[in-house]
């Protein structure tokens, strides 16, 4: 089955299979949003690492549904058809029974009369801390709306680094609001829109949950701009059943190549989402038509090795383009992705695009970092499912730097536009002498490696050297370069004395790494006044 259009990620494939609650205190459209929630719990229960405890997530209903009584939506809608629907996105993440409550209650504290202290006696330490971690801040005076708002964001990030389910709450919360936006006045939707494109799906796409960055800016996109949204999407259902055609030749072509190999593979079709297609029209100024990779085949076998056989494979049927194979399974991208890439010309001499990845890849793909919570840290007593969770410690230093810089900004106001800055960020590949590599904003200069290896290394930065040529520390890299940094004399001594120099602690230094655009001013800064050559590190 070739299938070209991505369901949303609470999606239920058997929604009558709904699990009979048994509470004779709910009312039967309360009886009938918990048996919608089961059932997705209920279609993921065989890929979630831990089973959900459903007394436990009844029992944050029913708090929910005591303390929103008589609360209604801007819809008209009772309240609790809110928290249910982020609890139900949430579900389809496949996150924990603790996510699952704290989605359940997270507009409690913020909405209802019920106190963070009751929530935490009612449900223990740790469902309390998300609820807390996702409420708005209230309660404090600020001098402008906007500082509000970026005070509340800066709440939201530390939470985040602190326990990413935080995020994950949140932005389960916005998809549910953007489902339902048409209740608002058209003001509000105009700035729910613009701030879910500028931080929210940005966000989704820092932790790799594609799932949900695609929805978030599809909706967005609708909002904003109806008419282009709706021509888009009237021209690629025009095309859809050529395209189905299409991918389908073409994928039994290449099914029968990876049998006889005995490659075991899954392929399928992938269409471009509209605000994708949109984006890609307005930045590189091209028509619809001149757009060809609207869908592209995606291939998932069995392990990496299988991976680039399906690439030799792919590469012997048909003619790769020049500069279009990406391998992002040696160099993941910064929010955990892996996948392959080629775009080849296909049958009927028209391009293609293909992605090969592994089962655990796809499904890193789509949830990012929520994958955490699909994977058994060992294996069941059956011996199945996959061994090792996500790397996610190590692969999220991001999300772990926000916690440092975010304390060094002052200004509420310069702490969004710096967040605004890094979430937009593409990234570089480069290597290190002994061929590490490392994962830097596009923009990025040797200082910004510098601070990559280490905050006393880009402290005493004085000189780089990029492919084995000398250059400023200006110099903007790009992938593939080989990075040497050196250090001043007297700093080398003051290291291997283990003494700290007095210009460590600049603030200004440690954001080099999510600013780079700094970099320039502040590297021609120190040549001015160290004075000193470079040496080769």
């Avoid at 929530?119 to 906007?146: M, P």
């Amino acid at each position: 089955m070739f299938a070209t259009s991505r369901p949303p990620v609470d999606r239920v494939a058997h929604p009558d299979a709904h699990t009979q609650v048994e509470r004779s205190e709910l009312t039967d459209t309360e009886r009938r949003l918990l048996s919608d929630l089961f059932a997705i719990v209920e279609e993921h229960a065989h890929e979630s690492a831990a089973s959900i405890d459903r007394d436990r997530v009844e029992e944050a209903f029913v708090y929910a549904c005591v303390h929103h009584a008589d609360q209604r939506r801007q819809s008209g809608e009772d309240f609790i058809v809110h928290p249910v629907g982020v609890a139900k996105i949430c579900a389809g993440m496949r996150l924990d029974t603790e996510t699952l409550c704290a989605a359940l209650l997270h507009d409690t504290v913020e909405d209802t009369s019920a106190s963070l202290e009751e929530v935490q006696e009612a449900f223990g330490d740790e469902i309390a801390g998300l609820v807390d971690g996702v409420t708005k801040l209230t309660g404090l005076t600020f001098q402008s709306r906007d500082e509000a708002q970026a005070e509340n964001y800066r709440k939201m990030m530390v939470a985040m680094a602190t326990d990413i389910r935080v995020i994950l709450i949140k932005l389960a919360d916005r998809l549910h609001n953007m489902r339902t936006i048409g209740a608002m006045t058209k003001q509000k939707q105009i700035e729910k829109a613009r701030e879910t494109l500028d931080i929210y799906a940005p966000i989704a796409h820092r932790l790799g949950i594609h799932a949900i960055k695609w929805e978030l800016e599809d909706l967005a996109f609708q909002t904003l701009h109806p008419r282009k949204y709706a021509e888009i999407k009237g021209l690629v259902a025009q095309q859809r059943a050529e395209r189905e055609r299409y991918v389908n030749q073409a994928a039994g072509y290449l099914s029968k190549e990876l049998d006889e190999l005995g490659i075991r593979a899954e392929i399928s079709g992938r269409a471009k989402h509209f605000y994708s297609i949109y984006a890609k029209m307005t930045k590189k100024g091209r028509e619809f038509n001149e757009i060809y990779d609207l869908t592209a085949m995606r291939v998932i076998v069995e392990s990496v090795k299988d991976c680039y056989g399906a690439v030799g494979v792919i590469h012997s049927l048909w003619k790769p383009l020049p500069g279009r194979f990406k391998d992002f399974v040696a160099m993941p991208k910064f929010n955990m992705y892996q996948s392959l890439h080629t775009t080849v010309i296909g049958p009927e001499g028209r391009p293609l695009e293909i992605q090969i990845r592994t089962r655990e890849m796809h499904d890193l793909a789509e949830f990012g970092i929520a994958a955490h919570w699909m994977y058994k840290e060992t294996n069941g007593r059956d011996g199945s499912g996959p061994t090792h969770p996500p790397d996610s410690d190590n692969k999220l230093k991001w999300l772990r730097s926000l916690l440092d810089w975010q304390q060094e900004e002052a200004d509420p106001r310069e702490f969004m536009e710096t967040l605004k800055v890094d979430l937009f960020e593409d990234e570089v590949f480069v290597f290190t002498p002994k061929g590490e590599v490392k994962s830097l904003a596009a923009g990025a200069t040797p200082l910004d490696f510098a601070y990559e290896i280490h905050t006393d290394v880009g402290h005493r930065c004085v000189g780089a050297k990029v492919n084995g040529k000398i250059v400023p520390l200006s110099y903007q890299l790009r992938s593939g370069d080989i990075v040497e940094v050196a250090a001043r004399a007297e700093d080398r001594r003051l290291l291997a004395a283990g003494r700290r120099h007095p210009r460590d602690g600049l603030p200004q230094g440690r954001r080099l790494l999510h600013r780079a655009g700094r970099g320039q001013d502040l590297g021609q800064g120190r040549r001015q006044q160290d004075h000193a050559a470079p040496q080769a590190g």
